[in-house]
């Protein structure tokens, strides 16, 4: 079976968060792909907990930086998810293998991102009060399962 969807972590800064989005990517399918410089060790005990079980089936594929990674996967669509976007992710049309790009917790996508790719950026429409960004790992959720929904036929959903 194809890989659904890929789900990259530029810099990512909080193992907990990690350890979830990767027990996401096996649940589902995807592969994972994260951006060094990481915010903890591959080996940190947290990852490992979040991840439970299924860590060790992840095999996250590590990239020493943003052009590495470019280099490695000539991704053929990326789509970034920012509150900095303008358009709402629930226009976006998603495509069995698209790249959905996250930047790290404390400060999102490192900048040059929000020029450099401003027509493929995205949010998550938040319409609290108070509301200035979601948890990593519920964003990627959150995306990645209207990803899915919206290609389910393709992967038996």
Same mark, same amino acid.
């Given at each position: 079976? +194809? +890989? ?12 907990? @968060?990690?350890? +979830? ?93 929000? +020029? ?21 790992? @519920? ?19």
């Amino acid at each position: 079976m +194809t +890989t659904p969807f890929n789900i990259v972590l530029v810099e990512p800064e909080i193992p907990q @968060n990690t350890g +979830t989005i990767g027990r996401l990517a096996v649940s589902t399918g995807c592969r994972l792909h994260l951006i060094e410089p990481l915010g903890f060790s591959l080996e940190d005990k947290y990852l490992k907990r979040a991840g439970l079980d299924y860590w060790p089936r992840l095999a996250p594929k590590l990239h020493g930086t943003w052009e590495a990674f470019l280099e490695a996967e000539r991704p053929e669509r990326m789509l970034f998810i920012s509150t900095h976007g303008e358009k709402s992710f629930f226009d976006a049309e998603f495509r069995p293998g698209d790249y959905l790009v996250f930047g790290k917790e404390s400060a999102g996508l490192p900048p040059d991102f929000y +020029t450099r790719y401003r027509e493929q950026m995205w949010r998550i429409p938040m319409p609290g009060e108070f509301s200035r960004s979601l948890n990593l790992a @519920n964003a990627v959720s959150i995306v990645l399962y209207e990803a899915l929904r919206q290609n389910r036929s393709g992967f038996g959903i």
